[in-house]
Structures are given as C-alpha cells and as structure tokens.
C-alpha cells in the first residue's frame, strides 16, 4: 500500500493576542494544519516554553490533531499581538521566546529524510539557533521534495541575505503582492508586471512553483510549463489571520495528491475563503 506523503510545517509556533482573547497559531504550524488530512501526513515542528501558555498550547496541538515534534525549552512561550481594522490583521511580534531555539533533534532530522514537503520562512530564521535548525533540515529532506519558502516578512526579521539563502534552497516560493513589491525592490526586478515578475522569479531561481496571492482580488501560480489565475471569491471576512497558510497548505497537499495544477489552486482558494470566513487560524 502507497503510504501518504509526509509534509513539514517548521517555524514559530505562538498565541496570537488578539483584543478578544488569545488563539493559537505560527504560519508554519497553520500550513501543517490545513495540509493534513486523510491524503496526507503532516507535522508541525517548532518549540514552546516550559511555562503555562506552553501547557495550553500543546493542549491546543493535541486536541485538534496535529502531528507535532514541539520541544519544550528554557524561555517564554511565543506571543504576538494582533490588531485587527477591517478583519485585516496587524502584529507585534515579541522577541526571545521559544521558537527563536529550535533545538536539532534524531527525530526531527529522521523526519527529514521522509519528507515529501517542507515549508518554512523568514520569521523563524531571525535567530541563529532556529536558523540553523531549518537550514539543516532542508538539507536532510529529499532532493524530490517540495521546498516551500512561504516568505512571510515580518516587521524587520528579515534581511537580503537571509532572503537569498531561502531562494536558493527553495523550489516553491510562495508570496503576497505586498511583499512582491518590497523583494522585486531589493532584487532590481526590472518587470513592472506582477506576472512577469513571476516568471523573472521562477527562471532566476529555477523554481517548480511561484505562489502569488493578491488578496481580495486574485491568485496566481505560475509553473515553468503553464500558469493558473483564479478570482478570489467574495466572503463575508471575519479575520484573514492564516488565510496565506492556509492557501500553502491546501495547495501542496492537492498536489501530492495527485491534482492537476489548476484543481489544486482551486482547493487552495476555496479552503482560504473558508478561513477568512472563521476568526483564527484553526478551524
């Protein structure tokens, strides 16, 4: 029997605070959520503190059923506080807390060397030892496997270097049109067309797929061979915390499934509406 494709989520894992409350979430722990299911095997890898919000969020992880290799260390649980205008969400990200030390683990580098996709971006790289953890770990996994850089620019955690390093070892690059914006700055992108940009992305990183998603208005994957847009559908927007991962997730997944490029996009819009729809990331 064929076993189900095993897929990585490796970054923050954190309480978003938001004026209502707290929810649990980390855009690579989100990706992890929303790419499990019954065709796939999907893990979260991260760390949280020894402390009570540590306890409470492994509590969240085990309840709703995702495949973790979380560690446990020496300094305060992630938190991030969230402010919403217009369900639009804006974060402050604290710094020093668990997920900045990732420790390497035989678990998680055994898992490495099975996967079938690996997603990971810049948030999670700001500190050495976490850094280093992800880098490792994408040097472990298969040279078959999807690479996925979900970019993620957050406040000033993020560099060129860092950038370029996460390109070159990345085959799927998945971004937001704001985003766009600011590395088709920092690369001297000559293309003022964001389908053009696209493709000036795939060919100078040699790319399987390049992920554009404009919020409200459309999204686009562009492969080597062929490209897919598709509207984004009109939804009553409770909050778009997770919407992007959400998108990844449901879109590598289809894919390892076996759907063609156009009927994964189409799972990856439709599960992001859906999110938009729910306040937090998990359902």
Not at 92 to 110: N, R
Not at 174 to 184: A, G
Not at 248 to 271: N, P, Y
Request: proline share 4%; net charge negative; aromatic share 8%.
């Amino acid at each position: 029997m064929k076993r189900k494709p095993i897929i990585i989520g490796i970054g923050e894992l954190l309480w978003d605070m938001f004026p209502s409350g707290k929810k649990a979430g980390g855009a690579p722990v989100n990706f992890a959520y929303h790419a499990s299911g019954p065709g796939a095997e999907s893990y979260a890898i991260s760390a949280v503190g020894n402390d009570l919000l540590g306890d409470e969020i492994m509590k969240e992880i085990e309840k709703i059923g995702i495949h973790h290799l979380v560690e446990r260390v020496d300094y305060p649980t992630g938190t991030v506080r969230v402010e919403l205008e217009d369900g639009i969400p804006n974060y402050t990200i604290i710094e020093h807390v668990a997920w900045d030390h990732m420790p390497l683990t035989e678990g998680m580098m055994e898992l490495a060397g099975k996967a079938d996709a690996i997603c990971f971006g810049t948030l999670a790289q700001r500190s050495v030892e976490s850094r280093n953890t992800i880098q490792t770990m994408l040097s472990l996994v298969p040279v078959s496997a999807y690479r996925i850089f979900d970019i993620n620019l957050r406040q000033h955690f993020f560099s060129r270097e860092m950038i370029i390093d996460s390109l070159t070892q990345c085959n799927v690059f998945k971004i937001n049109k704001e985003e766009l914006t600011i590395v088709k700055e920092m690369f001297n992108v000559p293309e003022s067309d964001e389908k053009e940009s696209c493709k000036w992305f795939m060919e100078k990183f040699d790319l399987k797929f390049m992920i554009l998603t404009v919020g409200a208005d459309y999204s686009l994957i562009t492969t080597p061979e062929s490209d897919s847009l598709i509207n984004t559908p009109r939804v009553k927007v409770v909050d778009t915390v997770g919407a992007g991962d959400s998108f990844t997730g449901a879109f590598i997944s289809a894919i390892l499934g076996g759907k063609s490029l156009k009927e994964a996009h189409q799972s990856a819009v439709d599960r992001s509406a859906f999110v938009c729809t729910q306040a937090g990331a998990w359902l």
